[in-house]
């Protein structure tokens, strides 16, 4: 009672004599600072879309555009050769001034004008600047004179200390390639996967879609192409995304994992005080748009959509379709622990929590020994089976009364956190089957303590370790990764622990306790979250998981064979699913499009002519000057092709577009309906590290990275993540399904360490032999 009494601001009874008005001050001071805390987030909102609108010029740029014009009038002449004159004329205050005010008045509103003009003139002069590609294209270390006068233009017309979303309103739209050209890079893609049959056939297909309906349906995506500001995102949001009614659980979310070698604390509470702490950290450089745009080569900037919905989003299930709902800075977390959901606040009048005050807000959670209302403990499971039964149980029993206040909590907190009672991590006398073990767990845990539809949730195990997984149609791995590389950094180096391994920071005694969520949850209910549950189950125990680290050698020396890493792992990627299967297969590698507005991804097909050409002569036992020939021949056309795909030249987002008008028109096109059904049997991607200045490998070379992971697309595929950790070692997260008797994670995985090494051999320059390779490793 004592905390509800500090919770009323004022009360009052009615006596005879009158009314008594008491007030707590206290709690007055409280509702103060939280406002302002509201109003000074607007301030700070609305500014920023002051300097962002007027970018790449500043506020205090019209202020010397006026000055110039009054100083240039007081010289008696006219910069704007009479259109001073002409405003004045057509002013509806100019009887009640004089004609010295309506003088200024004119100027100012022409320095006004002009200064806009500019403004749209430098923005467009900057959109057609970014247009430009052919850096891309040219030869690590020789830059032509064309763009190194490019890279100075750019830097004029960029303007000075860019905020997050700066870039914005100059950044080029996504080019709509011409069909005829698209249509042959996908010949070209599938030749080596097809019969000389096969093959003719789909030619045919292709040519009588080129010349029929190809160009009414290019038409229309040009048409979209000029209104929308990106001809992909959104049908590639809703029909690939959210029109999935299939579980979101391994088939869509992926993971993110802690640091390979080390634990910051061995205390669960701590970890996670620290974790919600850098997270909420982020979130505010984030509103406050204090993070840099991301740039390529420090000069090309980059598309930062994507963030705006990182924090107090959820994917809302729907029958048909679901949809993403963000809502604004939320003051609290949702945490799950042994079956019971809570509300964490993470303020307190205004003032966000220390990382001492959040441990031991958790450590009140852990304490808690009140067991799970009836239907509370597995209710998660509902996010993690098909959509259907989940919309349907979502209207009918979470629509009102306190199932909906207690899932209204969960959907618009700014995060969701387990606190997961099992211990993970590189760990035990089998290292190796621990971390597979790691990232199943962080891939669908026991399917009911996580809230896959969040956009991220945060996973504290019971010795310390943590990890994330991210919900996917809100937006692309990289930009995850960019948070999580964060959110370690700060956690270790930034905020650190005591000797103990406790939180640093001060404490308030009279911090709220956190909340228990209450639920009326039916039988009928009950039902359908054990259906659910039996689905997701049945998925998470088909998924096969095996992550190692390849730490023989790293991008350093695959750099010394003047191969990009990338396509060198790629390569190796597709001698080893040779080696596996004794086939070829269709390869999606993810390749990023945010060189354009509200770009997200491309497809690079990695299985190509060349690369097919180059296992082929190796596994034959060809000479080794031919097979490092072609070596050199596929890892640069796979250059080429990822180079193209970022660049906005790719295959499959447009035939993907071209599919989607089609339907929208009720046209069947044979073509596009079996380009569109072909299975991705190796789905592959890396992660990028986007913020080495945070960590210090030189230093501290165990705090490394152990990446993240995704499930397999194909039922009869492979799935494979993989990050490039400095100069020395590459970490891999390869998945399949249990299912197949013709897929084995850690048989694929011992052919990707094999492959690697075998590339090197051939690409090391001033290697003698096999021999002497062998023996130099």
Same mark, same amino acid.
């Given at each position: 009672?004592?905390?509800?009494?500090?919770?009323?601001?004022?009360?009052?009874?009615?006596?005879?004599?009158?009314?008594?008005?008491?007030?707590?001050?206290?709690?007055?001071?409280?509702?103060?600072?939280?406002?302002?805390?509201?109003?000074?987030?607007?301030?700070?909102?609305?500014?920023?879309?002051?300097?962002?609108?007027?970018?790449?010029?500043? /506020?205090?740029?019209?202020?010397?555009?006026?000055?110039?014009?009054?100083?240039?009038?007081?010289?008696?002449?006219?910069?704007?050769?009479?259109?001073?004159?002409?405003?004045?004329?057509?002013?509806?205050?100019?009887?009640?001034?004089?004609?010295?005010?309506?003088?200024?008045?004119?100027?100012?509103?022409?320095?006004?004008?002009?200064?806009?003009?500019?403004?749209?003139?430098?923005?467009?002069?900057?959109?057609?600047?970014?247009?430009?590609?052919?850096?891309?294209?040219?030869?690590?270390?020789?830059?032509?004179?064309?763009?190194?006068?490019?890279?100075?233009?750019?830097?004029?017309?960029?303007?000075?200390?860019?905020?997050?979303?700066?870039?914005?309103?100059?950044? /080029?739209?996504?080019?709509?390639?011409?069909?005829?050209?698209?249509?042959?890079?996908?010949?070209?893609?599938?030749? @080596?996967?097809?019969?000389?049959?096969?093959?003719?056939?789909?030619?045919?297909?292709?040519?009588?879609?080129?010349?029929?309906?190809?160009?009414?349906?290019?038409?229309?995506?040009?048409?979209?192409?000029?209104?929308?500001?990106?001809?992909?995102?959104?049908?590639?949001?809703?029909?690939?995304?959210?029109?999935?009614?299939?579980?979101?659980?391994?088939?869509?979310?992926?993971?993110?994992?802690?640091?390979?070698?080390?634990?910051?604390?061995?205390?669960?509470?701590?970890?996670?005080?620290?974790?919600?702490?850098?997270?909420?950290?982020?979130?505010?450089?984030?509103?406050?748009? %204090?993070?840099?745009?991301?740039?390529?080569?420090?000069?090309? @900037?980059?598309?930062?959509?994507?963030?705006?919905?990182? &924090?107090?989003?959820?994917?809302?299930?729907?029958?048909?379709?679901?949809?993403?709902?963000?809502?604004?800075?939320?003051?609290?977390?949702?945490?799950?622990?042994?079956?019971?959901?809570?509300?964490?606040?993470?303020?307190?009048?205004?003032?966000?929590?220390?990382?001492?005050?959040?441990?031991?807000?958790?450590?009140?959670?852990?304490?808690?020994?009140?067991? /799970?209302?009836?239907?509370?403990?597995?209710?998660?499971?509902?996010?993690?089976?098909?959509?259907?039964?989940?919309?349907?149980?979502?209207?009918? &029993?979470?629509?009102?009364?306190?199932?909906?206040?207690?899932?209204?909590?969960?959907?618009?907190?700014?995060?969701?956190?387990?606190?997961?009672?099992?211990?993970?991590?590189?760990?035990?006398?089998? @290292?190796?089957?621990?971390?597979?073990?790691?990232?199943?767990?962080?891939?669908?845990?026991?399917?009911?303590?996580?809230?896959?539809?969040?956009?991220?949730?945060?996973?504290?195990?019971?010795?310390?370790?943590?990890?994330?997984?991210?919900?996917?149609?809100?937006?692309?791995?990289?930009?995850?990764?960019?948070?999580?590389? &964060?959110?370690?950094?700060?956690?270790?180096?930034?905020?650190?622990?005591?000797?103990?391994?406790?939180?640093?920071?001060?404490?308030?005694?009279?911090?709220?306790?956190?909340?228990?969520?209450?639920?009326?949850?039916?039988?009928?209910?009950?039902?359908?979250?054990?259906?659910?549950?039996?689905?997701? +189950?049945?998925?998470?125990?088909?998924?096969?998981?095996?992550?190692?680290?390849?730490?023989?050698?790293?991008?350093?020396?695959?750099?010394?064979?003047?191969?990009?890493?990338?396509? &060198?792992?790629?390569?190796?990627? +597709?001698?080893?699913?040779?080696?596996?299967?004794?086939? $070829?297969?269709?390869?999606?590698?993810?390749?990023?499009?945010?060189?354009?507005?509200?770009?997200?991804?491309?497809?690079?097909?990695?299985?190509?002519?060349?690369?097919?050409?180059?296992?082929?002569?190796?596994?034959?036992? %060809?000479?080794?000057?031919?097979?490092?020939?072609?070596?050199?021949?596929?890892?640069?056309?796979?250059?080429?092709?990822?180079?193209?795909?970022?660049?906005?030249?790719?295959?499959?987002?447009?035939?993907?577009?071209?599919?989607?008008?089609?339907?929208?028109?009720?046209?069947?096109?044979?073509?596009?309906?079996?380009?569109?059904?072909? @299975?991705?049997?190796?789905?592959?991607?890396?992660?990028?590290?986007?913020?080495?200045?945070?960590?210090?490998?030189?230093?501290?070379?165990?705090?490394?990275?152990?990446?993240?992971? $995704?499930?397999?697309?194909?039922?009869?595929?492979?799935?494979?993540?993989?990050?490039?950790?400095?100069?020395?070692?590459?970490?891999?997260?390869?998945?399949?399904?249990?299912?197949?008797?013709?897929?084995?994670?850690?048989?694929?995985?011992?052919?990707?360490?094999?492959?690697?090494?075998?590339?090197?051999?051939?690409?090391? /320059?001033?290697?003698?032999?096999?021999?002497?390779?062998?023996?130099?490793?």
């Amino acid at each position: 009672m004592a905390e509800a009494h500090q919770a009323v601001a004022f009360q009052f009874t009615i006596t005879p004599e009158g009314i008594d008005l008491q007030l707590s001050h206290e709690a007055l001071r409280q509702v103060y600072l939280s406002g302002l805390r509201s109003w000074k987030k607007r301030f700070i909102r609305m500014k920023n879309s002051v300097i962002t609108g007027v970018y790449p010029a500043s /506020p205090s740029s019209w202020l010397f555009v006026v000055i110039a014009i009054l100083a240039t009038m007081y010289t008696r002449s006219d910069p704007s050769m009479g259109l001073i004159a002409k405003i004045q004329e057509h002013l509806p205050v100019s009887q009640s001034l004089s004609a010295q005010c309506q003088t200024v008045v004119s100027a100012v509103l022409f320095s006004t004008l002009l200064w806009l003009s500019l403004i749209f003139t430098m923005r467009l002069c900057l959109k057609q600047l970014l247009s430009y590609h052919g850096w891309m294209f040219e030869q690590h270390g020789k830059i032509s004179n064309t763009t190194k006068v490019w890279v100075a233009l750019v830097r004029i017309f960029s303007g000075r200390q860019p905020l997050l979303y700066s870039y914005q309103g100059s950044l /080029p739209n996504l080019p709509v390639p011409a069909v005829k050209d698209t249509i042959k890079r996908y010949l070209e893609s599938v030749r @080596p996967l097809m019969s000389e049959s096969e093959f003719e056939r789909m030619s045919t297909l292709a040519t009588e879609f080129e010349g029929g309906l190809g160009n009414r349906l290019q038409w229309y995506l040009k048409l979209k192409a000029l209104w929308a500001a990106n001809y992909v995102s959104d049908w590639w949001e809703e029909y690939i995304y959210l029109r999935g009614r299939s579980p979101i659980m391994v088939n869509s979310n992926y993971y993110g994992m802690d640091f390979l070698y080390v634990t910051p604390t061995p205390i669960q509470a701590a970890r996670a005080g620290n974790t919600i702490q850098a997270f909420l950290l982020y979130r505010r450089k984030l509103n406050r748009e %204090e993070m840099k745009p991301w740039l390529l080569r420090s000069s090309v @900037p980059c598309c930062s959509y994507q963030f705006e919905r990182m &924090f107090d989003t959820c994917r809302i299930p729907g029958e048909t379709t679901d949809t993403v709902q963000h809502w604004q800075d939320s003051d609290y977390v949702a945490v799950y622990h042994r079956g019971r959901y809570f509300r964490l606040w993470v303020y307190k009048a205004g003032r966000m929590l220390t990382s001492r005050e959040i441990e031991l807000q958790i450590q009140k959670i852990l304490d808690d020994s009140s067991p /799970p209302l009836p239907g509370e403990d597995k209710l998660g499971a509902l996010t993690a089976g098909d959509r259907v039964p989940w919309a349907k149980v979502r209207k009918q &029993f979470f629509s009102t009364g306190v199932n909906k206040r207690s899932l209204d909590c969960i959907e618009k907190a700014a995060f969701f956190v387990t606190l997961d009672d099992d211990e993970q991590g590189m760990m035990g006398d089998d @290292p190796a089957a621990s971390l597979d073990r790691y990232a199943k767990s962080l891939l669908h845990g026991k399917c009911y303590d996580r809230w896959f539809d969040k956009s991220f949730s945060v996973v504290v195990y019971k010795n310390g370790k943590n990890g994330l997984n991210a919900e996917h149609s809100w937006a692309d791995a990289p930009v995850v990764a960019h948070l999580w590389e &964060f959110v370690l950094a700060t956690d270790s180096f930034q905020l650190g622990y005591d000797e103990e391994g406790h939180c640093k920071g001060d404490v308030d005694p009279k911090l709220p306790q956190p909340q228990r969520l209450s639920w009326e949850i039916p039988p009928e209910c009950e039902e359908v979250v054990s259906q659910s549950l039996a689905v997701a +189950q049945a998925l998470a125990d088909d998924v096969d998981f095996h992550v190692f680290s390849f730490s023989d050698f790293g991008k350093g020396k695959i750099k010394k064979c003047r191969i990009s890493p990338d396509a &060198f792992i790629q390569l190796a990627l +597709q001698l080893a699913y040779y080696r596996d299967r004794g086939l $070829f297969c269709l390869t999606y590698e993810a390749s990023m499009t945010r060189l354009f507005r509200e770009g997200r991804t491309e497809t690079v097909r990695s299985c190509t002519n060349e690369s097919c050409a180059f296992v082929k002569a190796l596994e034959s036992g %060809e000479d080794e000057d031919l097979c490092r020939r072609l070596l050199r021949l596929a890892t640069d056309k796979h250059q080429n092709l990822y180079r193209m795909a970022m660049t906005g030249a790719g295959i499959d987002r447009h035939l993907f577009c071209l599919y989607v008008v089609s339907k929208y028109l009720g046209l069947e096109s044979p073509f596009l309906k079996e380009v569109l059904s072909e @299975p991705w049997r190796l789905s592959t991607s890396q992660t990028p590290v986007q913020q080495v200045e945070l960590f210090d490998l030189v230093n501290h070379p165990e705090y490394i990275s152990c990446g993240g992971g $995704f499930g397999p697309v194909a039922d009869d595929g492979y799935g494979v993540s993989y990050i490039i950790v400095g100069e020395n070692m590459i970490n891999f997260h390869v998945s399949c399904k249990h299912s197949c008797a013709q897929t084995d994670s850690h048989r694929y995985g011992a052919h990707i360490r094999q492959a690697l090494l075998d590339l090197l051999l051939l690409g090391e /320059p001033g290697r003698p032999g096999k021999a002497q390779a062998k023996k130099d490793l």
